[in-house]
């Protein structure tokens, strides 16, 4: 702390405190004059006296002298500062104030949020900067002016009004957007964090702070809080196809040191299910329910819980496109391969499946990525790989018939697997199909089944299990490629021949693309019975749907706090688009020109909840944003453990601003000069004790 | 006796003093020899006056030249030389001046008694001298006891007025060699001295066999100090100023009176000087009771 005068201009006062000294030295009161017989015995008594009195004498100068010093200084507007007030120039504070969903928690009546702008705006009223502003940390961190100003008024309003966002908070963008703006500045920096320093947001999250700018952490809220969230919800498949078996996932989380019991609400497709749940603390339980989809299009369902105490996170919403139809891309092989019936046998397997649509393509011909569920490559001859991972990428299984002439290793790239030795041309085998010796009639050829190791009970082989639609390999093959019996971990056999060489084999894609099938089982009628079999069509159907790419519909979900877009396609006009909220209100958009058309872009940043794009009545899309899981887990950390400023309690950051602005000592001075005056009383009415003088 | 008319010897005074003729016995030396005069004759002395016959008288004292001139038997008397004289050192100084709570100041005190003592002393026939002093003598009348003399003597403490500092111990030492013949000395004096210093200055008079009396006159305020808040005090004598808060140093001044007034007598009993404390509101016929 510092003592300052704020008017040293009146410093030659303090020469006035000498005046109780030439009083106390030169002055004489005029007494009334006495002729006396003798003033020597005055004198002699005077001095024995004096002895007493000299004490009383100086104490009563230092009182008076003190007193009038005391006033004089009243008069110099005495200031007790902080210890860095006496830096000079332009003191500028910015306000880093978490907005993100966690800070929407109540410790008491008044939420985080409410208690953060509360002390930002007392801060702000104890005058302490020159110029100041506030920078929220939420998803896309932003500042209420574009560099700090004086107009601390309008950031106190802005305090008040502004209200706390469902949404997760980029602490190092707006640590970022604050160092910027301090960095512009010059004289006394600094930046207030006012947060509830939730662990699993800053957890990792060190302070870098360039020098010159102070540091200061104020926590808010003091306790951690019990919750419960809804922590995921989806639908797999994400793109159910109208009445295939579709599971809706919904994920709780206990964020709470004790067991917890809730309901959980499943609504879809305008049904209402429940269920209740138990979770351990800090667990976490799954509940599935399992529907079919009656209609195409985008549904939307929700899941939600009981209102806890952070209701933020007790609901949540799933989009899921339920299909009218797969598609299927079936590429030719050439026109002399053995294989070119294929495509036909596949036509007909469309035309029995409603739900499957079946497109053919020529030779060597690929279709868009992501344009088909399904690419079916007839005599695939080992070329065009990469193409081919691209396609399976965006969640188009891909079903790979070699070719005579396709290599193994060409397989084994598809596959994404390391190529082996001996990876050269796979051999080829044939049969003639006529029975031999002992069994003319039996036609010759290879049997498959069920690969033992996949087992009857993998779920494409369900439907098989019960022996009603027999074997889903029945049928004699009369060629097939020798493909080697041994294959890496990760490759799944679905059918092998009677003699071990798979027929077929299957591997799923990383990050969510589709599945790669090796098809080691000839569909032509030239080449095998199979297709002419009972059990093909189920079959086929099955190996469809459960290798369909496990994706969610993603691509409809926003995080909150992040702008709603949507590309109507070139027949739509964006004007007659109409973006509305869960409750239907309508919400202000922008058109934008972008190089893939025109975009619609919602105004306002996304809180949770479901959206919908309108045209006229019609739904023509649908987007969601929801709670940010992240900012589910109210624990909080000390700030002491995040590397970087000081931690600060918000009542000596209120003391240190009016330190800043200086405390005003004047009142204590004249309380001091009342009290130097008062004992100057009580010191003069004391009298010495005169000593008794000795009889000689 | 002709009518006395002075200010400092009333008629009222004349006739309580007659009742004091034994009263002196003490203060005046050798009063009974006083009454019976010597009849010795030599240069020792000195006539005197002439006074008529009355029946019983010494018939060889009547002066027969006288007879003859005039038919009437006249005695001659004379001055007999005796150990009766009775010196009297009135304090003149300015400090004698001072009266606040007494009705008259202390030299006026001193001088109504010091003409009663000298009335009292002549009536009887006996010498009294006057010296009046202040830091130094400012009349001395040597030892008388004709009715001139105390007339004299009358008129001259009637005319003092008090003034100029005080210095009893040199007016003392400079009265030692006019005073031939012991006697009582009777210093008359507020005493605002060293007494070792006036002691000193009484020691040639105690060597020479002087009875010597000391009389304290004070103003009561002089040894109470009344109350008077802050005052300026001006020293009568010296015109010394000086502040004192009177409450502050009341008690002390009693004390240092008090100490003052001790050591007077201490060293007065110790060289068997009489030494009396009166002020001027009491009667100064206190004084002569004391020796009765």
Redesign the interface.
Same mark, same amino acid.
Do not use: C, Y
């Given at each position: 702390m510092q003592f300052l005068l704020a008017n040293p201009a009146w410093l030659w006062l303090l020469a006035l405190g000498a005046v109780p000294l030439l009083v106390h030295l030169f002055a004489?009161?005029?007494?009334?004059?006495? #002729? !006396?017989?003798?003033? #020597? !015995?005055?004198?002699?008594?005077?001095k024995?006296?004096a002895r007493l009195?000299k004490p009383q004498d100086w104490l009563l100068l230092l009182l008076r002298t003190l007193a009038v010093l005391a006033l004089l200084f009243v008069f110099l507007q005495p200031l007790l500062t902080g210890a860095n007030s006496a830096v000079t120039g332009k003191k500028t504070t910015i306000f880093l104030v978490d907005r993100s969903a966690s800070m929407a928690a109540k410790d008491g009546a008044e939420s985080r949020f409410a208690e953060a702008c509360a002390k930002a705006g007392e801060l702000l009223a104890a005058g302490s900067a020159d110029a100041a502003n506030v920078v929220w940390i939420d998803a896309e961190p932003d500042a209420l002016f574009p560099q700090p100003g004086p107009n601390l008024d309008y950031l106190r309003e802005a305090l008040k009004r502004t209200g706390v966002r469902m949404e997760s908070g980029a602490i190092s963008g707006a640590l970022q957007l604050a160092i910027s703006q301090l960095e512009q500045v010059q004289g006394e920096r600094r930046l207030v964090i006012l947060s509830d320093f939730q662990a699993a947001a800053w957890r990792d999250t060190p302070l870098h702070l360039p020098t010159g700018i102070a540091v200061e952490k104020v926590r808010i809220g003091a306790t951690d809080l019990s919750n419960v969230a809804v922590h995921e919800l989806f639908a797999t498949p994400a793109e159910p196809v109208v009445g295939q078996d579709t599971l809706m996932v919904c994920r709780l989380r206990n964020y709470s040191g004790t067991p917890r019991r809730t309901t959980l609400y499943l609504e879809s497709d305008g049904g209402r299910r429940s269920r209740d749940v138990e979770m351990p603390a800090w667990g976490e339980a799954e509940l599935n329910f399992s529907t079919r989809f009656s209609h195409a299009g985008q549904v939307a369902f929700s899941a939600s819980i009981a209102e806890d105490a952070f209701p933020g996170d007790d609901r949540r919403y799933g989009l899921v496109r339920v299909r009218e139809t797969l598609k299927l891309v079936s590429v030719a092989p050439p026109e002399d391969s053995l294989h070119a019936q294929g495509t036909q046998v596949l036509r007909h397997l469309a035309d029995s499946l409603e739900w499957l649509e079946c497109l053919d393509l020529p030779p060597s011909e690929l279709p868009a990525p992501g344009s088909a569920d399904f690419l079916f490559l007839h005599s695939w001859e080992g070329t065009q790989i990469n193409d081919l991972q691209s396609i399976s990428r965006t969640g188009t299984t891909l079903i790979v018939q070699p070719a005579v002439g396709c290599s193994l290793q060409a397989c084994q790239q598809l596959m994404g697997l390391e190529v082996g030795e001996n990876a050269g041309t796979i051999p080829i085998d044939t049969k003639s199909g006529r029975g031999s010796g002992d069994s003319p009639t039996t036609p010759a050829g290879w049997q498959a089944g069920i690969a033992a190791a996949a087992g009857e009970d993998a779920p494409v082989f369900a439907l098989f299990k019960s022996g009603e639609f027999g074997n889903p390999a029945a049928g004699i093959f009369l060629q097939r490629s020798r493909l080697p019996r041994e294959w890496p971990e990760g490759v799944q056999r679905l059918i092998d021949y009677q003699d071990g060489v798979p027929g077929m084999l299957s591997i799923h894609e990383k990050n969510q693309g589709g599945s790669i099938i090796l098809w080691n089982l000839p569909v032509a009628e030239r080449l095998s019975s199979w297709s002419a079999q009972t059990p093909f069509l189920p079959f086929f159907a099955e190996l469809l749907l459960h290798h369909r790419a496990v994706t969610r519909e993603e691509s409809t979900e926003v995080l909150p706090g992040n702008t709603l877009s949507w590309i109507p396609g070139e027949e739509i006009s964006p004007e007659s688009v109409v973006l509305v909220d869960g409750a239907g209100q309508p919400q202000q958009t922008n058109i934008l020109m972008t190089p893939h058309g025109v975009r619609i872009d919602s105004a306002e940043p996304a809180s949770t909840g479901l959206y919908q794009w309108k045209i006229g009545d019609g739904v023509a899309f649908q987007q969601l944003a929801n709670f940010p899981a992240t900012e589910s887990d109210l624990r909080l950390m000390d700030p002491l453990h995040i590397q970087g400023g000081e931690v600060v309690d918000a009542r000596a950051l209120l003391r240190r601003a009016e330190l800043g602005e200086g405390i005003p000592l004047w009142p204590w001075f004249i309380a001091a000069a009342f009290l130097f005056l008062l004992a100057e009383s009580l010191v003069s009415l004391w009298?010495p004790r005169?000593t008794?003088?000795p009889?000689? | 006796m002709p009518e006395i008319k002075y200010k400092f010897i009333r008629p009222e005074d004349i006739r309580r003093l007659s009742r004091y003729e034994f009263g002196v016995k003490a203060l005046v030396e050798g009063y009974l020899s006083g009454r019976h005069r010597s009849r010795e004759r030599g240069a020792s002395i000195e006539f005197k006056e002439f006074r008529q016959y009355a029946p019983g008288d010494d018939l060889a004292l009547v002066d027969w030249r006288v007879f003859a001139r005039t038919d009437r038997h006249y005695l001659k008397t004379f001055e007999q030389e005796t150990n009766m004289e009775c010196h009297l050192f009135v304090d003149c100084s300015a400090?004698?001046g001072?009266q606040e709570e007494g009705p008259i100041n202390?030299l006026e005190y001193a001088s109504f008694f010091a003409a009663c003592l000298a009335w009292l002393v002549t009536s009887k026939n006996d010498r009294v001298s006057l010296q009046l002093f202040d830091d130094k003598i400012r009349q001395f009348f040597e030892p008388g006891s004709t009715r001139r003399h105390l007339h004299q003597i009358l008129t001259a403490l009637e005319q003092q007025k008090a003034g100029n500092p005080t210095s009893l111990a040199e007016a003392l030492k400079r009265a030692h060699p006019l005073i031939k013949r012991k006697g009582t000395l009777v210093v008359l004096s507020?005493f605002?001295d060293e007494p070792e210093a006036i002691f000193k200055a009484l020691n040639p008079y105690l060597h020479r066999g002087f009875r010597v009396h000391l009389l304290h006159i004070l103003?009561p305020s002089?040894l109470s100090f009344p109350e008077?808040?802050?005052?300026?005090?001006?020293?009568?004598?010296?015109n010394?100023?000086?502040?004192?808060h009177t409450?502050?140093?009341r008690?002390?001044?009693q004390?240092?009176?008090r100490?003052?007034t001790?050591?007077l007598r201490?060293l007065a009993a110790g060289r068997q000087v009489d030494y009396a404390l009166t002020t001027t509101t009491e009667s100064w016929f206190k004084l002569f009771d004391r020796f009765a």
């Open positions: 004489r009161s005029n007494p009334p004059r006495f #002729a !006396f017989s003798s003033t #020597a !015995f005055l004198q002699k008594i005077m024995k006296t009195r009298k005169p008794t003088t009889l000689r | 400090s004698m001072f202390k507020d605002f103003d002089e008077r808040g802050l005052s300026r005090f001006v020293d009568m004598e010296t010394h100023r000086l502040v004192v409450q502050t140093i008690e002390a001044w004390q240092e009176m100490r003052h001790q050591t201490r």
